[in-house]
T-cell receptor, first 116, second 112 residues
């Protein structure tokens, strides 16, 4: 149990376009979801924390208008990279925690974004 | 403040040799500790977790870790490395408030 699915796994887009990445908890209700960005050979950088039905909490230095996060249901959170530029190219990963949170996180497969 | 330090960004072992990946943490409250593994171009997968029960924790794929409060350590071990163990390993600490702190990661290389 506790499967998180992330889609798409890879996306290539032109500079200036917007890209949406979906994160779904398939067999549990995710009270909280997290979005990370991972640069090559580095650890995960937390971008934002989202709770169902409320605004996401962004980490310092993360542009809210650039990275739009929506958590419309207990099983779906989306990250939209607006007006993408080549410097937004990265590996984006989502994770989710369950009710009765013990700190264990369930991760999606990750999405590789390449902006041309 | 909570923090996690993974000693050694790269560890190389021969197939069949002992794997030891080091993790030290800093926390002002009793922590929950985790080891996650990441294969190339994939998300993270839980290897094992310590949540204040037994101090020696067994995980998947033959890995285990021991929580040592006096040393503030949670080192990951496996008696015999396999080629398929080659991956990036992350130690993480959780102390509540939906905030998990990840270490910088250790890349494990396994030589044939």
């Amino acid at each position: 149990g506790a499967v998180v699915s992330q889609h798409p796994s890879r996306v290539i887009c032109k500079s200036g376009t917007s890209v949406k990445i979906e994160c779904r908890s398939l067999d549990f209700q995710a009270t909280t979801m997290f979005w990370y960005r991972q640069f090559p050979k580095q650890s995960l950088m937390l971008m934002a924390t989202s709770n169902e039905g409320s605004k996401a909490t962004y980490e310092q230095g993360v542009e809210k208008d650039k990275f739009l996060i929506n958590h419309a249901s207990l099983t779906l959170s989306t990250l939209t990279v607006t007006s993408a530029h080549p410097e937004d190219s990265s590996f984006y990963i989502c994770s989710a925690s369950r009710t009765g949170n013990t700190g264990e996180l369930f991760f999606g497969e990750g999405s590789r974004l390449t902006v041309l | 403040a909570q923090s996690v330090t993974q000693l050694g960004s790269h560890v190389s072992v021969s197939e069949g040799a002992l794997v030891l990946l080091r993790c030290n943490y800093s926390s002002s409250v009793p922590p929950y500790l985790f080891w996650y593994v990441q294969y190339p171009n994939q998300g993270l997968q839980l290897l094992l977790k310590y949540t204040s029960a037994a101090t020696l924790v067994k995980g998947i794929n033959g890995f285990e870790a021991e929580f040592k409060k006096s040393e503030t350590s949670f080192h990951l071990t496996k008696p015999s490395a396999h080629m398929s163990d080659a991956a990036e390993y992350f130690c993480a600490v959780y102390t509540g408030g939906f905030k998990t702190i990840f270490g910088a990661g250790t890349r494990l290389f396994v030589k044939a």
